[in-house]
Structures are given as structure tokens and as C-alpha cells.
Antibody, heavy 119, light 113 residues
Framework: QVQLVQSGAEVKKPGASVKVSCKAS????????IHWVRQAPGLGLEWLGI????????SYAQMFQGRVTMTRDTSTSTVYMELSSLRSDDTAVYYC????????????WGQGTLVTVSS | DIVMTQSPDSLAVSLGERATINCKSS????????????LAWYQQKPGQPPKLLIY???TRESGVPDRFTGSGSGTDFTLTISSLQAADVAVYYC?????????FGQGTRLEIK
């Protein structure tokens, strides 16, 4: 079965960077785009962007342009999301998610990674 | 960006009664080429990732109880829970995957009255 397993919780200081991993299994890694979505404490869901593991192309939400970088390692079926210049309002649970078919709904989600930004 | 607006923000319904959540998109999410609305509904419980309930506006995900029904097309959508169970207490989100940036409604918190 499809599994997305994310790295553990992180605590960072303002201005630092964080890199979260998402290891995929149970399907052909290069066949399905991976999305990143975050959720601040007690708030809603916010889409950060998407990576195509096949060609490594990416598309980012405008509000994260210049601060977010998504990459992949096909040898380990892992995608990474790095967010730089962290602020306190970047404190959130970060999820990776994928559709069964590209262009479809996000039906498989990682367990989430809590990133806390605090001085 | 497509803005998704849900109503109400919170809802309290008695066990066994019907719950209705509405979602409106700022522009149509219907692709005329395949006549599909790119609209999904998710259920989220504390400490868990969102769970897909409904996609293409009205297709129930495998394993989702048939008391959950999605309807609507274009810009106006509804999630109906026909007979509320205790296990349905959660926050519900609508989501458009018609175009990037993907966007979500603000969420509707459903509680037992």
C-alpha cells in the first residue's frame, strides 16, 4: 500500500532553515507528483507547492517563492522540502501528500512533521 | 488564486440528524472537456492528517460510509452527512485541485449538540 513517511519534529530559531523529508513506498516513485501542505496550530490547510519526482520540475505558491525549495532523490524515493528565513508564523505541521493519478485529489498523506520556530 | 469559502464555520447537530456544509469557489472548478468539478472534501480529526472523503465533487472515496454525500458543480458545493454519528465529530475542508495554487476552505468544525 502507498506510504509517505516523514521525518521527525524540528525546532528552529528565527532566520534559520529547515529541511523536511518524505519517503515514499508502495508505488512507482516517479509516476506521481508530490505536494506539500502546511497547517499552523488551530488553523486551516495551506498549499506550499508541488514537485514532479520524474523530472524534478517544481511549482511553488507565490507567498513562498524565494523561501521554499523542493527536491527529490530517486535512489531513495524521497522528496525534500526546505524552507528558509524561518519566522514564528512558519510554526506549523508540514504534510507531504500525493494523488493516485496526477491531476486528481490528494488521497495519500504523510503523518506530518511539526516545525516549531522559536527564539 | 481561487478562494474557497465554507459556511458555516462551526455546526452543532444532534446524533442521527442531518449535517450540511457548504462551499463556494471564487471561480468555476468545472473542466468543460470532461465535465468534472475538481472539488474534494476532507475530514480531519485532531492529530491526524486530512482524510479524503469525496472527490470530483460527488464521488465517495473507497471505504467512506454512504451517509457522506457530496453534491454541486461549478462554484457551489455541499457535503451532507445524512445521520450524524459520534465518529463524525471533526473539522471538514473543501479543496479545489482545478489549478495551482491549490486552495482549501477555512474549515467547518462539526460537533454534537
Amino acid at each position: 500500500q502507498v506510504q509517505l513517511v516523514q521525518s521527525g519534529a524540528e525546532v528552529k530559531k528565527p532566520g534559520a532553515s529547515v529541511k523536511v523529508s518524505c519517503k515514499a513506498s508502495g508505488y512507482t516513485f516517479t509516476n506521481s507528483y508530490i505536494h506539500w501542505v502546511r497547517q499552523a496550530p488551530g488553523l486551516g490547510l495551506e498549499w506550499l507547492g508541488i514537485i514532479n519526482p520524474s523530472g524534478s520540475s517544481t511549482s511553488y505558491a507565490q507567498m513562498f517563492q524565494g523561501r521554499v525549495t523542493m527536491t527529490r532523490d530517486t535512489s531513495t524515493s524521497t522528496v525534500y522540502m526546505e524552507l528558509s528565513s524561518l519566522r514564528s508564523d512558519d510554526t506549523a505541521v508540514y504534510y507531504c501528500a500525493k494523488p493516485t493519478r496526477n491531476g486528481g485529489p490528494l488521497d495519500s498523506w504523510g503523518q506530518g512533521t511539526l516545525v516549531t520556530v522559536s527564539s | 488564486d481561487i478562494v474557497m469559502t465554507q459556511s458555516p464555520d462551526s455546526l452543532a447537530v444532534s446524533l442521527g440528524e442531518r449535517a450540511t456544509i457548504n462551499c463556494k469557489s471564487s471561480q468555476s472548478v468545472l473542466y468543460s472537456s470532461n465535465n468534472k468539478s475538481y472539488l474534494a472534501w476532507y475530514q480531519q480529526k485532531p492529530g491526524q492528517p486530512p482524510k479524503l472523503l469525496i472527490y470530483w465533487a460527488s464521488t465517495r472515496e473507497s471505504g467512506v460510509p454512504d451517509r457522506f454525500t457530496g453534491s454541486g458543480s461549478g462554484t457551489d458545493f455541499t457535503l451532507t452527512i445524512s445521520s450524524l454519528q459520534a465518529a463524525d465529530v471533526a473539522v471538514y475542508y473543501c479543496h479545489q485541485y482545478y489549478s495551482t495554487p491549490y486552495t482549501f476552505g477555512q474549515g467547518t468544525r462539526l460537533e454534537i449538540k
